[in-house]
């Protein structure tokens, strides 16, 4: 028997219960991996919450690092003892040790801890697949603009850092003039606290009035219709969140209206299908933490037992960077 966070039914951070699980033996394209770090995201509130929903009763988690414990039929690229970190359906990762699917489980680097790998994996490839897949079809060169909502979070320091070694100049916004130091200190090359400025004009003056290619938006109803004013003709609003609640719908004309945008929503699993995608996204993210160009910031540790507190912080926005579950 293992330890295990499970939900009965969706709500707050209180149906998050810790329960004993049983754990077999990995079928073929599986592994038993024992983890020794998990990762905390949004998509995790999103499933306690039901706004994804799960069948019940549900594990949650996307985000781990561990030992492989054991190898189903058919899998090539890990062995027992491998230390291995993952982003990946299903969700489960909150718990002890599980059975999954290993075509997203990666082999995870001497070099990175696995605090590191843990707090990296889900959110370092999204930042991956953001600045390196999801382009505004005139192209991103170094000096361009972009504006990232949301830039102290986990996903967005690294992006800032990331956006940086590119040549991007990143505009961040955030919630607090704290956290828009952070974003600074990670590499934004300008920051705006969207609590005390219209940051639809702030870009605008930034930019010389020409507004940005790219708007990366993991807020969703609050900043959707303001960032739609960023964009300079022809952009792309790249939703890939929706903290602050689904973005309402609306008409396509507006867009034309707009300077002829595009719009799209996106998510990491389209990105990681197969075993061969999720490698390569994986070896650049491991590329850029190993030369030092983007760093991992884990500012909240919190033990397996204390997961309701960690939802509740995570959903008050009182975390920044990257925040994991502890299992030693």
């Given at each position: 028997?293992?330890?295990?966070?499970?939900?009965?039914?969706?709500?707050?951070?209180?149906?998050l219960?810790?329960?004993?699980?049983q754990?077999?033996?990995?079928?073929?394209?599986?592994?038993?991996?024992?983890h020794?770090?998990?990762?905390?995201?949004?998509?995790?509130?999103?499933?306690r919450?039901?706004?994804?929903?799960?069948?019940m009763?549900?594990?949650?988690?996307?985000?781990?690092?561990?030992?492989?414990?054991?190898?189903?039929?058919g899998?090539?690229?890990?062995?027992?003892?491998?230390?291995?970190?993952?982003?990946?359906?299903?969700?489960?990762?909150?718990?002890?040790?599980r059975?999954?699917?290993?075509?997203?489980v990666?082999?995870?680097?001497?070099?990175?801890?696995?605090?590191?790998?843990?707090?990296?994996?889900?959110?370092?490839?999204?930042a991956?697949?953001?600045?390196?897949?999801?382009?505004?079809?005139?192209?991103l060169e170094p000096?361009?603009?972009?504006?990232?909502?949301?830039?102290?979070?986990g996903?967005?320091?690294?992006?800032?850092?990331?956006?940086?070694?590119?040549?991007?100049?990143?505009?961040?916004?955030?919630?607090?003039?704290?956290?828009?130091?952070?974003?600074?200190?990670n590499?934004?090359?300008?920051?705006?606290?969207?609590?005390?400025?219209d940051?639809?004009?702030?870009?605008?003056?930034?930019?010389?009035?020409?507004?940005?290619?790219?708007?990366?938006?993991?807020?969703?109803?609050?900043?959707?219709?303001?960032?739609?004013?960023?964009?300079?003709?022809?952009?792309?609003m790249?939703?890939?969140g929706?903290?602050?609640?689904p973005?309402?719908?609306?008409?396509?004309?507006?867009?034309?209206a707009?300077?002829?945008?595009?719009?799209?929503?996106?998510?990491?699993?389209?990105?990681?299908?197969?075993?061969?995608a999720?490698q390569?996204?994986?070896?650049?993210?491991?590329?850029?933490?190993?030369?030092?160009?983007?760093?991992i910031?884990?500012?909240?540790?919190?033990?397996?037992?204390?997961?309701?507190?960690?939802?509740?912080?995570?959903?008050?926005?009182?975390?920044?960077?990257s925040?994991?579950?502890?299992?030693?």
């Amino acid at each position: 028997m293992t330890l295990a966070v499970q939900i009965r039914q969706h709500g707050g951070p209180e149906e998050l219960q810790i329960v004993d699980v049983q754990v077999g033996e990995p079928g073929p394209g599986e592994v038993r991996i024992r983890h020794r770090a998990v990762g905390l995201n949004f998509i995790d509130v999103y499933h306690r919450t039901g706004l994804y929903p799960l069948n019940m009763p549900a594990s949650i988690g996307m985000e781990g690092a561990g030992v492989i414990e054991a190898v189903g039929e058919g899998v090539t690229h890990l062995r027992v003892g491998d230390r291995a970190a993952y982003a990946s359906q299903p969700p489960g990762s909150y718990c002890e040790v599980r059975v999954m699917p290993a075509k997203c489980v990666c082999k995870l680097p001497d070099a990175i801890s696995f605090e590191t790998g843990a707090a990296m994996m889900l959110k370092g490839l999204t930042a991956q697949y953001l600045l390196k897949k999801t382009r505004p079809v005139e192209g991103l060169e170094p000096g361009d603009f972009v504006l990232f909502h949301a830039a102290a979070g986990g996903v967005g320091l690294i992006a800032c850092q990331w956006a940086k070694a590119l040549g991007l100049q990143l505009i961040g916004t955030a919630g607090s003039d704290a956290k828009c130091q952070l974003a600074l200190d990670n590499g934004a090359a300008y920051a705006i606290n969207y609590a005390k400025e219209d940051f639809a004009a702030r870009v605008k003056e930034i930019t010389g009035g020409r507004g940005v290619k790219v708007v990366y938006d993991s807020v969703g109803k609050d900043t959707w219709d303001k960032s739609l004013d960023c964009l300079r003709p022809f952009g792309l609003m790249a939703s890939f969140g929706n903290a602050s609640g689904p973005v309402a719908p609306f008409a396509p004309g507006m867009l034309g209206a707009k300077g002829s945008l595009y719009v799209t929503r996106q998510t990491l699993f389209s990105h990681i299908t197969t075993r061969e995608a999720t490698q390569a996204m994986a070896d650049d993210l491991f590329a850029v933490v190993a030369s030092g160009q983007v760093k991992i910031h884990i500012a909240q540790r919190y033990a397996l037992r204390d997961v309701q507190q960690a939802h509740r912080d995570l959903e008050a926005r009182k975390t920044t960077g990257s925040t994991i579950l502890t299992l030693e």
